[in-house]
C-alpha cells in the first residue's frame, strides 16, 4: 500500500474511532454520578482510550500525508480543515486531562467528526504547492493558527453544553430559539455532507458554459443539479437540467447551489428528526448535560480561550505577519483573511475583559464563546470561499 | 499642612495627566494627519531642494544639475509617445532661445527611449535645446514623475521653485522661465 | 479627598473597598456582598476618585474597561464591514474614477454606495485609524491606572486578615478542627513543597504563588502599546518604503529609493508543475486544475553606483551579489528588500528580418533590431543596407499620415524603413508592421521579411523598506510574554487561620484556574487536618449537598 492510500485508510480509521468513543462518552455521561464510579470509570477510560487510538491513527494520517505529499498536510481547504478537526480532538484530550469531564468528549467530538466529514466533501487528492505557500512559514503558521482555533472551540463546546444544561427548556425565551438554532446549523452541515455524497454516490455531473464578469465565457461543471444558473449559462451535456434561477455574473451560482441544496437537505432531515423524535433537539440532548457541574463547564470554557488566545495569536497574527511579510513583502495588507483573524483576536480580548467585570460569567459568557465559535468557522470557511482575497487559493 | 499637601499632589496629578493626554492625542493627531497626506509628502515640494542629477544629451555633453547654480533651470520631463508632450516642444524651444543668454537653462529629460526614437523625434521637430536619455529611468525615480509631461522649475538657488503637471501654452513657458530668472 | 482609615489602623486611600492591610470591606456596598470583588484586591482605581476639571473626565473615560471593550468592538466591526468587498488596493484601477467605474460595474448600486461612503478605503480612513488611536490612548491611561494601586496593595497586604474578609472569599472553610500548632507546621511545609510563598504571622498563614502573573496583563499591554507606536514611526519619512518597478530580462533599472543601488535581470523564470517531472501524488490535482504555478524567479545580479554619486550616473557601478529573487525569498540589502511579486511573460525584444526581393524572395541578408535600442543602419551584403528611420513601440494608426504610438512598449512594433540596393541607391521607403507592409511611396521591388522574434519577460519586484520592524518584533515579543504570563500561570493564595475562639479557618483565591487552587488546599488538607471548604460560587455542588443534607 502506498503512503497516500496508507493516509486516508487511517483517516478513516480516526474518523470511526470519534464515533465510537462519542456513544462510549455518552455512556459514561450517562452513569456518571457519585454512586456508580465504577462503571463510570470503565465507561470513561474505554471512550478516552477509543479517542487516543483514533488520535494516533489521525495523527499517522497527517504524518503520512506529510511524506507522500512532501509538504506539512495543510496547504488546501479539505487539508486544513481536516488538520482543524484533527486539533479539536486533540485540544480536547488536553482538556480532559486538565477537568477529566466527559460530557465534554460526548460534545466536542460529535463537532470534529463533522468538521472532518465536512473536509472531506473538498477535492481531496494531494496537490502541488504554488510559489507562495513554498515556505517552512506554511507549516509553522498554519498549524500553530489551527491549533489555537481548535483549543478556543473547546471553550464553545464547554458552552454549549453549560447553555443546554441552564436554558430552561419548557419556557419560550429567546435562549431556548437560540440554543435550537445552534442545533438546527448542525443538522445544516450534516445536510452538506448527505447531498455531496449523495450526489457524487450517483455520479451527478453536467456541465455549462457562461458568461463570466469580465464578459469572457468559461465553462463550468456542476456536481449538483443545478438550482442556479451562472450568468448567461448555455448546458453542455446533454440532457442537464436548465437551471431554475439565473444569476447576474457576481454571484457564483454553482456554489449558491451548493449552499441552497444542503439547507434543503439538511432541514428536511431537521423536519424528520423533530417529527420522530416530537422534541426540540435541544431537549433531546438536555439530559444528556444533566450531571455535567455548570461550574466546571464555566470554567472549563474560560480556561480553554486563556490556553487557546496566546496559541492563536502566535500562529494567526504573530506568524502570519512574519511570513507575510516574507511572501507579500508585508507584514500586514489588510486582506480578508488577515482582518478576521484579527477579528477574532479582538473578539476573545473582549472576552477576556469581561470575564474581569460581574455578571459576565455562566450563560453570558458561555452564548459569546458561541459565537467566537462561529467567528472561526467562518475565517476558516467562508472567507476562502465568499470573500476574494489572497487566501482564495483552496 | 495636610490640606495644602493634598492640594498640591492633585495639581501635580493635573499636569501629570494633561502632559499625557497631550503627548498622546498630538501623536496620534500627527500619524492620522500624515497618512491621509502621504501620497502627498512621498513627492516632492515646492520648495524642496531640487535632487541632483547628471546626464549626457544628446551632443555628448555632460549636464550635471549643479553646475547650473546662479541659473535658472526649467527642467522638463517627457516621452515621445506623449502627445502634449510633443505639443509644448516646438513652444519650448522657442523660449529657449529666447531665455538662455538671461541665464535660464532648459534640459528635457527622456525617459528611457532609445537613441534613434528620440534622434528622430527632435529631428522632426527641428529642437535646438538640450535633451538628455534618463536611461535607467533614476532621475525619474528621485523626481517621482507621473504623469508626463511634468516640469521643474529650479531656481537660481537650485530649490524648486513650481512644478507643473501637464502641457503648457507658450505663453506659460515664457512666464515660468522668466519667474526663475536670476536678478 | 478624604483618607480611609480601617479599623485595624491602616489609612487606604479615597475609594479603596477592601482595606489594603487587613482585608476588612470598608463600605456598606462591599459589606453586603457575599462573595467580594478581588479584581484590583479592592484597591481604589485612581480613575475614580477624582471626577473635578474636564481632563479628569476626559482621564477617567480611557481608564475605563467599559469603554476600552466598546472600542475594541467598534473597530471589530469596521474591521468585518472592510471585507465586504475588496478594498480599493485590490481593484485593478488607479485613479479614482476608473475606481468608481469599479465599484459600480462589478457591485451595482450597492457597490456605489460602499465607495461614496468611503467604505472601500476604510482601513486609510481618518476615523479608523482615529478608533485605533483611541484603543491606544485607552491601553495606556488603563493600564497605568490599575498597575500602580495593584502594586501598592499586594505589597502592602497583611499575612493576616479579618475574618469579614476571608469569609467573602469564594473558596472558604470554617470548622472547629483539631488543629494545633504541629498542624499549622504540617500546611506550612506542604505549601511550600507545593512551591508556595509562605509567610507566617502568629496563628495566621498566608501562601502565595506565581503573583507575577498578575503582572501579565499590564506586560501584554506594554508591547501592544509599543507595537502601535512603531506602527505609528512609519508615517515619518525615511522609516518606510513601499515602491515597485517593473524590470526586463537583460535590462539594468535603477531601484527606486535606494540611493545609489541598481538590479540588473538576468533571467526570469516560470515553471509550472508537470506529471512527468513532479511527483506521482501530483497527477490527479494537475489533471484537475490543469496548470499550477511552481516558481516563479527572476535572477539578478545587484550594484552600487560609487558613493555619492547622484541621479543618472550609470558609469562605475560596481558588483554586489548576484541573487534569484523568488517568491518567498527576497533579496536583502542594506535595509531594503525586494521581492518577486509579478511578471509579464514574453514582452518582444528583438525581431529579424531579411531584406527580399518581392517577386523571387531572393534574400540579401538578415539583420535583428533590438527593440529596446534600434540602429539607425544595418549593413548588408554586396552593398545592400537598411536605414531605420523611425520605430514606433506601440503602433496604433496613423493621424494625418503621421504614425503615432501609444506607449513606449514593444506591444505592436512598427517600423519606418528604407532599403538601399544596387538598384536604388537612393533607397525604398517601406513602413514595416506586424504581418502587414505599407508602400507609402509608391511600389518597391524590395521587401522586408519578417523572420523569427524573441521575446523577454518582465520581473514586477516591489522594493520594501522598513525599519519600524524591529520595534515592531519587540513588540509582538513582549505582547507574548505578557499574554503567557497572564494566561499560563495564575495567583494562588491561601490563607489559613487559627482564630482565638479555636475554630480554624480556610480561604483560598485566585485570579484564574480554581480548579488547581481547590487541588492544592486539597493536598494541605490531607496532611494538615484543616475544616472542609465551600466553593461559593459553585451552585450545583451546593444544592447537591444541600439536597444530601435534607435527604433528598
Redesign the interface.
Known sequence: MDMASLSSTLLFIAFVAYLIATFLFGGAVKSSNTQTTKSFDRWGKLAITVTILGFIANIGYFITRWIAAGHAPVSNLFEFTTAFGMMVVGAFILIYFIYKTPALGLFALPIAVLIIAYASMFPTEITPLIPALKSYWLTIHVITAAMGEAILAISAVAGFIYLLKNIDLTKKSKERFWIEAVMYVLVLVVGFVVSTLSFSLADYSAEYSYISKDETEHNIEYTMPALFGMNESVAITEGALDPLIEMPPLVNAKKLTTVVWSILIGSVIYLLLRLILRKRLATVLQPLTKKSNSQLMDEIGYRSVLIGFPVFTLGALIFAMIWAHEAWSRFWGWDPKEVWALITFLFYAVFLHLRLSKGWEGKKSAWIALIGFIIIMFNLIAVNLILAGLHSYA | MEVSK?AQS?KQ??YM??A??AV??V??V???Y???N?EK?AVLQVGDKA?????VDMDGTER???DYKGQGVFLNFW???CKPCAKEMPAMDNQYAEFTDKGVQTLAIN???????V??FLNRYGLTFPI?I??????M??YNIDPLPTTFLVNPEGKIEKIIKGEMTEEDIANFMDQIKPS | MDKIVCTCGNVNPAGTELCESCGRPLNDETKEKKIVDMRYEGSARRSQTYNKTIIDKVWNFFSSVKVGMWIIVAILVAAAIGTILPQVFYVPATNETDIAAYYERIYGTFGTLYYQLGLSDLYSSWWFQGLVGMLGISLVIASLDRVIPLYKSLKKQKTKRHISFLKRQRVYGIGKADVSEESLLKAEEKLKELKYNVKREGNAILAERGRFSRWGPYVNHLGLIIFLFGVMLRALPGFYVDETMWLREGETLYVPETHGYFLESKEFIYETYSKEESKEVYGEAIDRVGTIAKNYQTDVALYKGPEGAVAGHTEDLTFEKEASIQVNKPIKFDNFSVFQMDFRLDELATMTFQLQDKQTQQSFGEFTIDLADPQPIYELNDGYKVEVMDYYADFTGFEEGVPQSQSPLPNNPAFLIKMYSPEFPKGETSFVMIKETVEPLGENQHKIAFQSVETRDVSGLTVRKDLTLPLLALGGLIFMIGVAQGAYWNHRRIWIQLLEDGQTVIAAHTNKNWLSVKRDLDKVTDVAHLPKYLDQQDIDSLEEKVDKVEGV
Open positions: 493634598l492633585k496629578r493635573f495627566r494633561t499625557i493626554l498622546l492625542v501623536a496620534i500627527f500619524t492620522v500624515s497618512n491621509l502621504k509628502n535632487p541632483d542629477f547628471v546626464l550635471r544639475l549643479s516621452g515621445t509617445w525617459i528611457g527611449e532609445s537613441d534613434l526614437k534622434n528622430s538628455a534618463d536611461r535607467n529611468k533614476s532621475v525615480e528621485s
